[in-house]
């Protein structure tokens, strides 16, 4: 796995690096730290960041990289990722202007919605990494959700739960209203699409030999996500940005937007 970490010489990236070593100690493979100087004088600062974390991962990560671009942070995190391969971006959620939802262009918003590589946006101050949580809509392409939390997961010795909401509106054209109001249990043993993808999605984790679980919950998709990861104290939330069209494309990237922006954990967006 080629992780590409990034700071802007702030607190929050300072926090996102110390998270993503979580990651990065274990994964043993190629890591860039990139170093970003939006404004003049800020190099020593942010060298001092980059120098510190280098430090910290140097007896772990044989393949260390330091790399200092100068612009705007999401554009040159973007064409970093276009110049270079990498399996996963880490940055923090706020930098110095902070993310609300009337600031989507934001460097965490903008990389979420734009950057082709899976995207970790670390929020908040979190010491390990052992609990993850995985937003499925029950489609083939929230696999791929499911296999990237599940190489982490494997890492990191997490446990992955794996979550459908079933709202008053369905996602998808061939959902049931029927089908809005089973159990896990009845839903896995179901010929509902939503249930086979769960199923899918749990011998993913089996393949990957992960410890793994389904849980259903009922309601608005955003608010039951984001009461999920508080109720079970997740470390790392994980959600689906896919190619979609019409009305489902508006639908989920209105969802991971406001997972990313209403969450108070790291989120992991994955394309």
């Known amino acids: 796995m080629k992780i590409l970490m990034c700071t802007d010489g702030s607190a929050h990236a300072a926090e996102a690096l110390r998270f993503g070593a979580l990651i990065a100690r274990e994964a043993k493979g190629p890591v860039t730290l990139l170093g970003v100087l939006e404004r003049p004088g800020e190099e020593r600062k942010v ?32 064409k970093e990722t276009e110049e270079t391969t990498y399996d996963l971006v880490i940055v923090g959620s ?3 202007r902070g993310i609300t939802r009337f600031l989507l262009g934001s460097t965490a918003a903008r990389l979420a919605r734009y950057c082709q590589v899976p995207v970790l946006i670390v929020k908040g101050k979190r010491r390990e990494l052992k609990n993850i949580l995985v937003c499925t809509g029950g489609a083939e392409c929230g696999e791929k959700d499911t296999e990237l939390a ?7 010795g997490a446990h992955v739960t794996v ?14 209203m029927s089908d809005l109001e089973n159990s896990t249990e009845a839903l896995l043993e179901s010929d509902a699409r939503e249930g086979a993808h769960l199923r899918k999605d ?20 955003i608010d039951e996500i984001l009461a999920e990861a508080e109720d079970d104290n ?14 489902r494309r508006f639908m989920l990237n209105d969802i991971t ?11 992991l967006v994955v394309r």
């Open 150 to 156: 599940g190489r982490i997961a494997r890492l990191t």
């Open 163 to 176: 979550l459908h909401v079933m709202s008053q509106l369905p996602l998808t054209p061939e959902a049931k």
């Open 47 to 78: 060298n001092r960041m980059l120098q510190r974390t280098s430090n910290a991962l140097c007896d772990d990560v044989p393949d260390l990289d330091i790399r200092i671009r100068s612009g705007h942070a999401a554009e040159e995190i973007l």
């Open 202 to 221: 749990l011998e993913i984790l089996e393949n990957l030999e992960v410890e793994g679980r389904a849980k259903v919950r009922h309601g608005l998709v």
């Open 94 to 96: 706020r930098g110095r």
């Open 257 to 267: 937007e406001r997972i990313v922006l209403d969450s108070t954990r790291p989120v």
């Open 234 to 247: 997740y470390d790392l939330v994980v959600a689906g940005a896919h190619i979609a069209s019409g009305l």
